[in-house]
């Protein structure tokens, strides 16, 4: 009995060392991404139905209110959605079923950073795309200290270095989202979270232009639904067919490849501008479609006439592999941004 006793206990004080020497499994830009993914946004096929109200306030490059916008959108899938916008003379209806993509009142694309408001409560993160390398980094110390992963675009040839192509950050406690830097000139934050069926939302949040904020967002109202009218989805009658409308790419889904750059000229310096030592970047919105055309071409941000109407000019030339989502081609909506600082 004696002798039994000693071995328990010297297994006992073994133990003990061994289990504190054990080191927790390195974190990976991979594995992170995949949690991140897992535990953000609320638009994966497998979610139950849910409605949304957000209100937008929109601001000027001087930090000035310039009115708002308001979103009441009813999700019940990937194929049956329903968003009615209001803003200052705008009102949209917009309707997406497995017939395509139907809107009324206003037809044209809701303004591109309000859509990116929309985006970063809803599904703020991309499926990895595999011609991407994700890098693993940490920004700020202490209390401000976050996880990142750094999405650097493809190597051309081994004399280039992969351009950056996005940064998304993480709570260093969790895996919510907290800033996403974007072309260099966009960013977005969430400033509150809160959870909604074991997902990470943004329940406020802001889109930054150069520096300045230009859209908050904020979550009036956000409750899931034990059953919806299936006429909400129903084509709304005298709606307009929207041909080769972009697509939100959700968490569920599966980006394969595409939205390379394959040809088209680089963006000419202006000879006045340069004269005048005129830099900036210029923001450019678009939708690259299914053929890898740039189409809808719009300016964002821009203050010189000469640098944006040379980044137009270069835009309107460039041809992309078509992006291929679950198989097949689709058209996304794309934001360019060009700096103009005496390299062209």
């Known amino acids: 009995m004696r002798r039994i006793i000693l071995i328990f206990g010297i297994l006992l004080v073994c133990a003990a060392p061994c289990a504190l ?9 991979k594995a992170l991404w995949e949690q991140a993914l897992a535990q953000n946004g609320i638009d994966a096929p497998d979610q139950k139905p849910w409605h949304l109200q957000v209100v937008f306030h929109l601001f000027d490059e001087n930090g000035n209110s310039t009115g708002q916008f308001s979103l009441d959108e009813t999700w019940a899938g ?35 950073l309000i859509k990116i408001a929309h985006r970063v ?14 890098v693993l980094s940490k920004q700020g110390s202490g209390d401000t200290e976050v996880n990142c992963v750094q999405l650097m675009g493809p190597r051309y040839s081994p004399y280039t270095p992969r351009d950056l192509v996005a940064r998304y950050c993480f709570d260093i406690k969790d895996v919510a989202v907290r800033t996403v830097y974007e072309n260099g000139s966009l960013s977005y934050a969430a400033n509150r979270t809160g959870r909604f069926r074991d997902h990470w939302i943004a329940a406020e949040d802001e889109v930054a232009l150069q520096g300045v904020t230009r859209v908050q967002g904020e979550i009036n109202d956000l409750r899931g639904l034990t059953s919806v009218d299936e006429q909400l989805f129903a084509t709304p009658k005298g709606a307009v067919a929207i041909e080769d409308a972009p ?8 980006l394969v490849t595409g939205g390379k750059r394959i040809a088209g000229k680089n963006p000419i310096y202006p000879q006045r501008a340069r004269e005048n030592h005129i830099q900036g970047s ?20 821009g203050k010189d006439p000469d640098l944006t109407d040379a980044a137009m000019d270069a835009m309107r030339s460039w041809r992309f592999e078509p992006t291929i989502v679950d198989g097949k081609p689709v058209a996304m909506d794309s934001m360019f941004s060009v700096n103009f600082a005496g390299s062209y």
Do not use: C
Request: no cysteine; charged share 20%; net charge negative.
């Open 21 to 29: 020497s054990q080191k927790p499994p390195k974190l990976t830009a």
């Open 78 to 112: 990937p194929l049956q959605q329903r968003r009615v916008w209001d803003g200052p003379g705008f009102h949209q209806v917009e309707v997406i079923n497995k017939d395509g993509v139907f809107r009324t009142g206003d037809v044209q694309e809701v303004p591109p």
């Open 121 to 134: 409560i809803v599904h703020p993160m991309q499926n990895f795309n595999p011609e991407l390398e994700l």
């Open 247 to 254: 697509i939100e790419i959700s968490s569920g889904m599966h």
């Open 282 to 301: 210029i923001v450019l919105r678009g939708i690259i479609g299914k053929d890898g055309i740039v189409k809808e071409l719009t300016v964002v941000y």
